[in-house]
């Protein structure tokens, strides 16, 4: 075997046509194929092959268990003999393909065989029509390692003590290069700090640069922060919204929207409103911010300021404020802009709808969800109109949409392998299509929600709520509240109040995966408080980390980042150790520290041992039979 491996040329295999080394890829595992990429250039290319990776996505054992269980249901056809094969016990590896078992089959004829693997793809293809799709990054990120860094703490040090700053809230700034991605987050000290994501600048999660503290307060950098009502408000996960193409940040402090350059950590802006902001929009060049209050929605203009305004607010900058109020729009000529009331305050959530079959476009269509029982539809050209509302009777806490089409009734059908080919492709192809994704709390479980939205016949872009494209998952969502949920390739993925990140299929109901996150701070040795439920970490907000750029070629370059409330993280799909926060700070011990916290470590085991075999005892003479006498006296 070693003079053969010795003598083994790789060129032999280069001479192959394609399609016959892509057929004997596909009898290979998977570690094998990735083996095989680092031969050379043409192997690369070949071993990267579309066709093939989204044909091991579909061949991967759970996909699998769900075509072996719809088919032996009671509403399968058993047309070909195929139940009674599938019924069999079979001592088949796990990693081997569907179609394997239905080559054994000798009653199916070849072309009959070969339509039905063909339905079947079509029925569990998540993608639409001219959908990029990289499925050698989706197999990864379906049924890869998983390892969760935490980003570097910002600190504050007093003599020789550090303490740690909590983050109150995350945003993605992306420069003009799109390679480049930062974590953008308000402080507790009302700072604002940067974090570099994909490790261009600095370490990957190191602090990129901070600000002074107090520069997010409301009345304006280096005021008295005595006042703890002042500083950013902790309690809202969305007050942080980045316009990338300007280099803009904005945050919600109170009743005031602060505008912050990103280049120089320094306050541009400060527009004030009627009431405390509660959550923000995503901000885009193309089209205005909208800002929720407590009882209203606003649209802040960013890129078009008021000239007039700033006079007035120069002006009345020397008189003493009464209470402490801003008396400056009472000058300026130019009135305020109109604004949509809210009957329930609370709004959680808005989404600007992306238009139909490209992402990067965005439309007028505006959607707010919050701690009321209906999804508020707004159109900015008609803005502050409401034009419409969708019956949830959730609380719902975040908002995604998908710029494709959603049936509930034909996304069940599919999930089950029981559409024919041709009506798949039909219901792909519906015209001015999108999704509309909502996740949150209902009955103190967590629902998920999907809403199929389509354009009326008429001209004007209005979109309704299709009677039987609605649907609600509350029943295996999760046992706790939705607290955050965005679209991760060909899936959605979203996070719950027990610390899990579940991944799930476009139909809403079909799992794909799930992790737990758990603690920030490195466990050195086990405990007993540790596996109490509430222990862990819980995701508040998540955030993709994908480019824009779905076909630069990039491997493996989608990952999670969360934010937990008081720190950022990162779930990546990777064999290797996370990193820790501890990992960034400088180690100054001396060999007699390390010696001493050494000792102190076993002695902390022998300890442990000790307890657990006491306990052990207990348990031991407890179930001795004492209760039973004891019952019987």
């Known amino acids: 075997m070693a003079g053969l491996s010795s003598s083994f040329n790789p060129s032999y295999l280069e001479t192959l046509p394609d399609e016959i080394f892509l057929h004997i890829l596909s009898f290979l595992e998977s570690r094998d194929i990735v083996i095989l990429q680092s031969l050379s250039k043409h192997f690369l290319g070949l071993c990267r092959d579309n066709n093939l990776w989204r044909n091991k996505c579909l061949s ?84 890869g390692s998983i390892a969760v860094s935490w980003f570097e703490q910002p600190q504050t040090q007093h003599a020789s003590f550090k303490n740690a700053i909590d983050v109150s809230g995350v945003a993605s700034y992306r420069p003009s290069d799109g390679s480049e991605l930062f974590a953008v987050s308000p402080l507790d000290d009302g700072s604002v700090c940067l974090w570099d994501v994909k490790g261009t600048r600095r370490k990957k999660g190191s602090i990129l640069s901070k600000s002074e503290p107090g520069l997010l307060c409301t009345d304006g950098p280096g005021a008295d922060l005595s006042k703890r009502s002042k500083m950013i408000n902790t309690g809202v996960t969305e007050c942080v919204s980045v316009d990338s193409y300007s280099r803009k940040a904005f945050f919600a402090v109170q009743s005031h929207l602060i505008e912050v350059d990103l280049e120089t950590l320094q306050v541009v802006g400060n527009q004030p409103f009627e009431w405390s902001i509660s959550t923000l929009s995503a901000a885009d060049p193309s089209v205005p911010l909208t800002v929720g209050t407590l009882h209203g929605l606003h649209l802040h203009d960013f890129r078009a300021r008021s000239k007039t305004r700033e006079e007035y607010q120069m002006r009345l900058d020397a008189v003493n ?67 419409g509302s ?70 004007a872009p209005r979109f309704q709520v299709v009677q039987n494209s609605v649907m609600k998952n509350r029943q295996t969502a999760s046992q706790s509240k939705l607290l955050s949920v965005i679209n991760h390739g060909t899936r959605i ?141």
């Not at 047309?79 to 069999?88: C, F, K, S, T």
């Not at 109901?509 to 970490?537: C, N, W, Y």
Request: net charge negative; aromatic share 8%.
């Open 390 to 459: 969708i019956h949830s009777g959730a609380r719902l806490c975040s908002l995604t949409s998908l710029p494709y089409p959603f049936s509930s009734l034909e996304s069940d059908l599919r999930r089950r392998f029981q559409l024919s080919e041709e009506q798949v492709e039909k219901a792909k192809n519906v015209t001015g299509g999108r999704t509309l994704i909502a996740c949150g709390e209902y009955n103190t479980k967590g629902s998920l929600e999907l809403y199929g939205l389509s354009s009326s016949t008429n001209r």
């Open 60 to 143: 991967a054992s759970p996909v699998r268990e769900r075509i072996k269980l719809y088919r032996s249901g009671s509403d399968w056809v058993d047309e070909d003999g195929v139940l009674a094969a599938l019924g069999q016990d079979t001592q088949e590896d796990e990693n081997e393909a569907h179609w394997s078992l239905l080559e054994s089959i000798s009653q199916l004829a070849s072309k009959r065989r070969e339509r039905e693997q063909i339905r079947i793809a079509a029925n569990w293809d998540p993608t639409f029509p001219n959908e990029n799709t990289n499925w050698y990054n989706e197999y990864i990120q379906r049924y």
């Open 321 to 387: 404020r009464r209470n402490r109020r801003d008396f400056s729009h009472i000058l300026d000529p130019i009135p305020l802009a109109p604004y949509a009331s809210l009957a329930q305050s609370g709004p959680n959530s808005i989404l600007h709808l992306e238009e139909s079959g490209d992402k990067s476009q965005i439309s007028d269509d505006i959607f707010v969800a919050g701690r009321f029982s209906n999804i508020l539809h707004y159109d900015r050209r008609m803005f502050p109109n409401i034009r």
């Open 493 to 633: 993925v979203y996070s719950d109040g027990q610390g899990y990140l579940k991944w799930v299929e476009r139909d809403g109901f079909t799992e794909v995966r799930r992790h737990k996150i758990g603690k920030s701070e490195t466990v050195v040795q086990r405990s007993l408080f540790a596996s109490m439920p509430g222990s862990d970490d819980i995701a508040r907000k998540i955030l993709s980390t994908g480019t824009a750029q779905d076909d630069d070629g990039r491997v493996n370059d989608d990952d999670i980042l969360f934010w937990t409330g008081e720190k950022l993280g990162l779930l990546s799909f990777s064999s290797e150790p996370g990193f820790t926060a501890e990992d960034f700070e400088e180690n100054t011990k001396t060999a007699e520290d390390v010696a001493a916290e050494k000792e102190e470590l076993m002695y902390s085991e022998k300890m442990r041992l000790a307890l657990e075999q006491q306990a052990r005892d207990v348990r031991f003479v407890q179930n001795l039979g004492a209760g039973t006498l004891h019952s019987g006296i």
